[in-house]
C-alpha cells in the first residue's frame, strides 16, 4: 500500500512541476506598442521635393506634439525627431495619384518598450 502511495505521490509532485514550468517558465508574453503614423505631403520639384505638409495620426496618446512634427522641414528632420523620442522607425508607403501631383508618404513608428 506504501509503494503505490508514494508511487501516485510521486507522480502528481511531477506532473504538478511539468505544469508549473510550462505554464509560467515557457509562456510567451503577447507585445503591445504604441503605434503612430506620419503622413507627409511633398510638392514635387525637378531637382528636389520639399515638404509641403506634415500630419499625425497616433493610436495613443504620447509624447508627440503635432505643433513639434508640423515644424520640420525635411524628413531626415523627421527621422531624427522620432529617434530622440524613442520611436522606432517599421514602414514607409508612398504614393502620387498623378505624374505632377504631390507625393503623400506614410511613416509607420512603434514606441521602444
Known amino acids: 500500500m506504501k509503494k503505490v502511495s508514494k508511487k501516485l505521490l510521486i507522480k502528481s509532485l511531477l506532473v504538478f512541476v511539468l505544469l508549473v514550468f510550462t505554464t509560467n517558465g515557457f509562456s510567451q508574453e503577447t ?10 505631403l511633398q510638392k514635387v520639384a525637378k531637382n528636389k521635393s520639399e515638404v509641403k505638409q506634415i500630419y499625425l495620426n497616433s493610436t495613443t496618446d504620447n509624447n508627440l506634439e503635432k505643433s513639434e512634427i508640423e515644424k520640420i522641414k525635411n524628413t ?19 504614393s502620387q495619384p498623378s505624374n505632377s501631383g504631390p ?3 506614410s511613416y509607420t513608428f512603434r514606441k521602444r518598450k
Open 103 to 105: 507625393i503623400w508618404i
Open 76 to 94: 531626415s528632420g523627421l527621422l531624427k525627431l522620432m529617434n530622440d523620442k524613442n520611436w522606432e522607425y517599421v514602414e514607409r508607403l508612398g
Open 31 to 40: 507585445k503591445r506598442y504604441d503605434y503612430a503614423e506620419i503622413v507627409v
